[in-house]
């Protein structure tokens, strides 16, 4: 099966085009193109992402992305006929304007690609941002007439490290079920129970702020820029502890009876502290970045590790941005080896682990397995961004 998947949940616009097969049992993909565009620039001077910015600019850069995608994946035939688009397309895109414009001229070039389904992230994430992404996949679903497969964005997180992102090569990872994901990234911190394929049970989760959200509220109050978790993380590798002055953060709820996380005290803690210290010389905020991000790792492993204990989990799968922190891979895989010899961990590849248009495309690949996908005009119609969709 040949998919070609969009995400646009936040602030990165992705596009990707996978050949996946081989089913529940052995399932492989190759990667034929996987591109992404990042806002990051445009929302750095905001300190976080702008919805109407982030619409905006998927509506804009889909397009170019779509074309550089298909043309990567050898998919990108010119055609002579130059037949305009459908007319439904103006209703669908209506409030996407500069999608509507580019694909007005892109689509009349080329001939339907050979593909098998549209997958899309609805939800979770910022509304307007995902209505783009759908609003293009309904698009084109009806001028190519391939069907649509709706993916939930925790699921492709949970799923990511089933990829591998060289195209060249063919992965074949499995899980081994019972297993336990543990999804962290700027919107969500949740410890999930997958008793099989595309079976979602969240355990836990995060009572306020998410850990991707908690590092990036710490960079902003040590003076670092959006997005705070790489930045944090390099301050943190650059800091010897012998030269450490004894700052100590708590470890929110790491000790309560259930699998859920807080993060806003500790933010909390360290806006007080840098208080307390007033000037912040370049050593206190590595020691700054170090303790927090110790507190963060020490608070998500332990609550993993219960999980991994109660379930009797045979694997343990990271996915989300936070997944792509050195200090937290390597803690899971301490815990797995000392512990848990016989679970299966699957990690992403770095790149996987922020928001990709590749792992939508795996999730779709399941989901079309399980249900088919929706091919009716009218059952396209009806799929809607959901800004708050649950993982289930
Ligand atoms: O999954 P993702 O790309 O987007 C969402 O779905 O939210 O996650 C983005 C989050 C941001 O909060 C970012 O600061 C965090 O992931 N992040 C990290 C690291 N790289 C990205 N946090 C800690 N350490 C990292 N190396
Ligand atoms: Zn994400």
Same mark, same amino acid.
């Given at each position: 099966m040949i998919i070609l998947s969009i995400e646009t949940s936040c602030d990165d616009t992705a596009i990707a085009i996978i050949e996946a097969k081989g089913g529940f049992k052995k399932p492989s993909f190759k990667v034929l193109s996987s591109l992404t565009h990042s806002q990051i620039e445009l929302h750095a001077k905001w300190q976080g992402v702008v919805p109407s910015l982030a619409k905006r600019e998927h509506s804009i850069n889909l397009t170019p992305l779509l074309e550089t995608s298909l043309q990567k994946a050898g998919l990108l035939k010119e055609t002579k006929s130059k037949a305009p688009i459908p007319e439904e397309l103006k209703t669908i895109l209506e409030r996407e304007p500069e999608l509507l414009e580019n694909l007005e001229i892109l689509l009349p070039k080329i001939k339907t690609p050979k593909i098998d389904a549209i997958a899309v992230t609805y939800g979770p994430g910022l509304e307007p941002a995902l209505w783009v992404g759908v609003s293009l996949a309904k698009a084109l679903s009806i001028c190519w007439k391939k069907p649509i497969i709706p993916v939930n964005h925790m699921e492709g997180h949970a799923l990511s490290s089933l990829l591998e992102s060289k195209s060249k090569v063919k992965s074949y990872k499995v899980i081994k079920f019972p297993a336990i994901a543990l999804l962290v990234s700027g919107g969500h911190t949740e410890l999930v129970l997958m008793k099989d394929w595309l079976k979602y049970k969240i355990i836990g989760s995060t009572r306020d702020d998410a850990s991707g959200e908690a590092f990036d509220k710490v960079a902003r109050i040590i003076g670092l820029t959006y997005p705070g978790g790489p930045q944090i993380s390099k301050l943190a590798e650059s800091f010897d502890p012998k030269n450490g002055t004894g700052i100590k953060f708590p470890r929110p709820?790491?000790?309560? !009876? !259930?699998?859920d996380f807080s993060f806003s005290g500790l933010k909390t803690a360290v806006l007080y502290k840098a208080k307390e210290l007033g000037q912040l010389t370049e050593e206190l905020k590595k020691e700054i970045a170090y303790e927090f991000e110790q507190a963060v790792v020490d608070t998500l492993v332990s609550k993993t590790k219960k999980a991994l204990i109660k379930f009797k989990a045979k694997s343990l799968i990271l996915g989300g941005g936070?997944?792509?922190?050195k200090k937290l891979r390597i803690s899971t895989t301490e815990i797995v080896q000392k512990y848990f010899p016989e679970t299966e961990l699957l990690i992403p590849e770095i790149s996987l682990s922020a928001d990709n248009a590749g792992m939508i495309g795996v999730a779709g690949y399941f989901r079309s397995i399980k249900k088919k996908p929706v091919f009716s005009l009218s059952a396209i119609k009806k799929i809607k961004a959901e800004g708050n969709l649950l993982l289930k």
């Amino acid at each position: 099966m040949i998919i070609l998947s969009i995400e646009t949940s936040c602030d990165d616009t992705a596009i990707a085009i996978i050949e996946a097969k081989g089913g529940f049992k052995k399932p492989s993909f190759k990667v034929l193109s996987s591109l992404t565009h990042s806002q990051i620039e445009l929302h750095a001077k905001w300190q976080g992402v702008v919805p109407s910015l982030a619409k905006r600019e998927h509506s804009i850069n889909l397009t170019p992305l779509l074309e550089t995608s298909l043309q990567k994946a050898g998919l990108l035939k010119e055609t002579k006929s130059k037949a305009p688009i459908p007319e439904e397309l103006k209703t669908i895109l209506e409030r996407e304007p500069e999608l509507l414009e580019n694909l007005e001229i892109l689509l009349p070039k080329i001939k339907t690609p050979k593909i098998d389904a549209i997958a899309v992230t609805y939800g979770p994430g910022l509304e307007p941002a995902l209505w783009v992404g759908v609003s293009l996949a309904k698009a084109l679903s009806i001028c190519w007439k391939k069907p649509i497969i709706p993916v939930n964005h925790m699921e492709g997180h949970a799923l990511s490290s089933l990829l591998e992102s060289k195209s060249k090569v063919k992965s074949y990872k499995v899980i081994k079920f019972p297993a336990i994901a543990l999804l962290v990234s700027g919107g969500h911190t949740e410890l999930v129970l997958m008793k099989d394929w595309l079976k979602y049970k969240i355990i836990g989760s995060t009572r306020d702020d998410a850990s991707g959200e908690a590092f990036d509220k710490v960079a902003r109050i040590i003076g670092l820029t959006y997005p705070g978790g790489p930045q944090i993380s390099k301050l943190a590798e650059s800091f010897d502890p012998k030269n450490g002055t004894g700052i100590k953060f708590p470890r929110p709820m790491i000790n309560s !009876d !259930d699998f859920d996380f807080s993060f806003s005290g500790l933010k909390t803690a360290v806006l007080y502290k840098a208080k307390e210290l007033g000037q912040l010389t370049e050593e206190l905020k590595k020691e700054i970045a170090y303790e927090f991000e110790q507190a963060v790792v020490d608070t998500l492993v332990s609550k993993t590790k219960k999980a991994l204990i109660k379930f009797k989990a045979k694997s343990l799968i990271l996915g989300g941005g936070v997944s792509a922190n050195k200090k937290l891979r390597i803690s899971t895989t301490e815990i797995v080896q000392k512990y848990f010899p016989e679970t299966e961990l699957l990690i992403p590849e770095i790149s996987l682990s922020a928001d990709n248009a590749g792992m939508i495309g795996v999730a779709g690949y399941f989901r079309s397995i399980k249900k088919k996908p929706v091919f009716s005009l009218s059952a396209i119609k009806k799929i809607k961004a959901e800004g708050n969709l649950l993982l289930k």
